[in-house]
């Protein structure tokens, strides 16, 4: 038997990058996984690389979608594993950000992760396991030229994932969160294409810009950052709570 057999993880933004990663490690550690987005088409392809994956409709933003999607999911048994991973970012300088784009990010990031939690904590937190992991960021523990609102969100989710720690120490559920560097997904990419079109260099430098943030010199991939995530969800991590973990060759 597999450390999270018998557990049921759902994984927002499961379908790319790290959700997916996630989801793929969480499932070859035995749970079975709900992977959640708002691209249908796009979830349910990866869910058919993943053994038993379900794929759920999720937009974070939306209310009535969050508490649609996680009643779906608690239909086939308790959740007892939430990892809040949606999120997007945008980059502008500060004074040329408009409160729009600054709520759009908080939207997502923010309140979308507030909503999942609050969508599984209660029967969470009277039962036996549970496992509440956040993706935040490096940006969560520093500050960042040009992306000021995805800075403060990630600065958010940090300050509640240490909160909710202490606030349900006497349940069996653990807040973490995890601050990844610059991880090769379709945010970088996208983060690459913007200082290429940007500033005209090529994607050469314009990629040298992001790895030269880790002291190691390169992108980190999906899969450690899952790797970290798996184990933050395993059973011998009870007493691991409040913890912002970094992934980041070394930074900070
Ligand atoms: P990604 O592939 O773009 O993943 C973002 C995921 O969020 C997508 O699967 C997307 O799915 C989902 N999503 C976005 N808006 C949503 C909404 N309103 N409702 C539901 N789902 C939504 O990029 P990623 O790098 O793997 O990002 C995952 C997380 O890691 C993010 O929280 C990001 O801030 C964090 N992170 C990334 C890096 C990095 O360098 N890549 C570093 C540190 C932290 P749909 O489009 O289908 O909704």
Redesign the pocket.
């Known amino acids: 038997m597999s450390k999270l057999t018998g557990h049921r993880a759902v994984i927002?933004?499961?379908?790319?990058?790290?959700?997916l990663a996630c989801a793929r490690s969480l499932a070859a550690q035995g749970a079975q996984v709900i992977i959640?987005?708002?691209?249908l088409v796009?979830?349910e392809a990866a869910a058919q690389t993943i053994p038993g994956a379900q794929a759920i409709q999720?937009?974070?933003?939306d209310a009535d979608s969050v508490t649609a999607a996680f009643a779906k999911a608690a239909a086939g048994g308790a959740i007892d594993i939430l990892v809040n991973?949606?999120?997007?970012?945008g980059a502008a300088a500060f004074h040329r950000t408009s409160m729009e784009e600054w709520q759009r990010i908080q939207a997502?990031?923010v309140e979308?992760l507030v909503r999942c939690t609050q969508a599984v904590i209660g029967p969470m937190m009277k039962s036996a396991y549970g496992r509440i992991v956040n993706?935040?960021?490096?940006?969560g523990l520093r500050g960042g030229a040009y992306i000021a609102p995805?800075v403060a969100s990630?600065h958010a989710v940090v300050g509640l994932t240490k909160s909710l720690s202490i606030e349900y120490a006497g349940t069996a559920v653990t807040f973490n969160a995890v601050?990844?560097?610059?991880?090769?997904?379709?945010?970088?990419d996208n983060s690459v294409a913007n200082i290429m079109a940007k500033t005209g260099r090529s994607r050469e430098d314009a990629l040298s810009e992001l790895t030269k943030t880790n002291p190691q010199g390169r992108l980190i991939q999906?899969e450690e950052v899952a790797e970290t995530v798996a184990w933050l969800c395993s059973p011998l991590s009870g007493s691991v709570s409040g913890q912002a973990i970094t992934i980041s060759g070394g930074a900070i």
Do not use: F, H, Q, W
């Open positions: 927002t933004g499961g379908g790319t990058g790290i959700g959640m987005g708002r691209d796009r979830l999720l937009d974070v933003t991973n949606a999120g997007i970012v997502v990031n979308g993706i935040a960021s490096i940006a995805y990630k601050c990844p560097g610059y991880v090769e997904t379709a945010i970088v999906p």
